[in-house]
């Protein structure tokens, strides 16, 4: 039979999502469980009646408001269906067959299969035995070939972080032909001030980037939005390569509200950051190898009882998302789902 599709790509792993299963408390996928922010569901149902018109391909109103609550040109800012898809846009601008991209490991694993189907070559780093990036090694794995750098901070799914000095020297030591992107997905969830926001820090280093979403703190993961802040050249590179339309009406309706709403945003972050204190130092005193974490989840670096503690977590109703060999990735909630968590441990 004639082969229709690319060889290697019978290697790749499928991107797993964390599992939904009915009835179960679902801490397998980072979502919030508060609901969608004040206003969000009626400017949802508003945009519906226009659905038979094609949205602003250029999110105009949607970059304007990002514009003002970041003090950030909106010829900076490139939006896309969550900052994964703006991953791969990036991966299409700097990256040819055979150039390099550079990210630690383990990390995000939606980043070997952009790397693949973008016919990059990824070069993993692999963490520290605390679980974060190794940022010296990582600034010595960059080549000529490097076109891309990839720091996930806070690290999914490790929730581990790397605060300023440790970043600015890996800057430094970064040549300005390599582009940076700084994933911060998490950032709403940040409580240590030596974690640098990257906008606000590095946004005047044309090759640095930031990737953040809308999924997360503001609740929006259904909908997918995400947008990203570089110099005026990348994001206009990025804009080019965005699949046309992929931010949809309804998308950018629910993101202009809930970018209204911030203060209840805020509000929703603290009571997960209390929560998150409050289970980290529980399961410490069963597992005392967890890692600081500055994300919406934390890190069990079971190895290989992964998978046989997310079954036992199963077995009671709770969903984790193991990571076989490695750990388990444990999702922040309510007090009473968090109690729900703690039981199994």
Not at 118 to 138: C, I, Q
Not at 173 to 183: I, K, M, R, S
Not at 265 to 280: F, G, Y
Request: aromatic letters at 6%; hydrophobic letters at 45%.
């Amino acid at each position: 039979m004639t082969r229709l599709t690319r060889a290697d790509l019978d290697a790749l792993p499928a991107y797993v999502a964390g599992r939904t299963v009915p009835g179960a408390i679902k801490l397998a996928s980072n979502e919030v469980p508060y609901g969608p922010l004040p206003g969000v569901v009626d400017a949802v149902a508003a945009s519906i009646t226009g659905a038979h018109r094609y949205p602003d391909p250029g999110a105009t109103a949607l970059r304007a408001a990002l514009s003002d609550r970041l003090g950030v040109d909106p010829d900076r800012i490139a939006t896309g269906c969550g900052s994964v898809a703006l991953t791969e846009h990036l991966f299409r601008t700097t990256c040819l067959p055979g150039d390099e991209a550079i990210y630690a490991w383990r990390s995000f694993e939606a980043y070997p299969i952009i790397a693949a189907t973008s016919g990059a070559t990824s070069v993993r780093v692999p963490n520290t035995g605390t679980h974060g990036h190794d940022l010296p090694a990582m600034a010595a794995a960059i080549t000529d070939k490097t076109r891309l750098v990839i720091v996930c901070n806070p690290n999914n799914p490790t929730g581990t972080a790397v605060g300023k000095a440790e970043l600015d020297a890996f800057l430094d030591a970064v040549p300005p032909t390599v582009l940076v992107a700084l994933d911060e997905a998490y950032r709403e969830f940040v409580t240590d001030p030596d974690v640098p926001d990257g906008i606000a820090t590095y946004g005047d280093r044309p090759n640095v980037v930031v990737l953040r979403t809308l999924s997360k703190a503001w609740g929006l993961a259904g909908l997918r939005v995400g947008y990203l802040v570089g110099s005026p050249e990348v994001a206009a590179a990025v804009r080019k390569v965005v699949t046309p339309f992929s931010t949809s009406a309804t998308a950018q309706a629910a993101a202009l509200a809930a970018l209204q709403a911030s203060d209840e945003m805020q509000r929703r972050v603290d009571l997960i950051t209390a929560e998150r204190e409050r289970v980290v130092s529980a399961v410490r005193k069963v597992y005392p190898d967890v890692p600081d974490t500055q994300s919406n989840f934390f890190w069990l670096p079971l190895g290989d009882a992964a998978t046989d503690f997310a079954a036992k977590c199963e077995e009671s109703g709770v969903i984790v998302r193991a990571f076989a060999g490695d750990g388990v990735r444990v999702t922040i909630s309510s007090p009473g789902e968090n109690d729900a968590f703690l039981d199994c441990v």
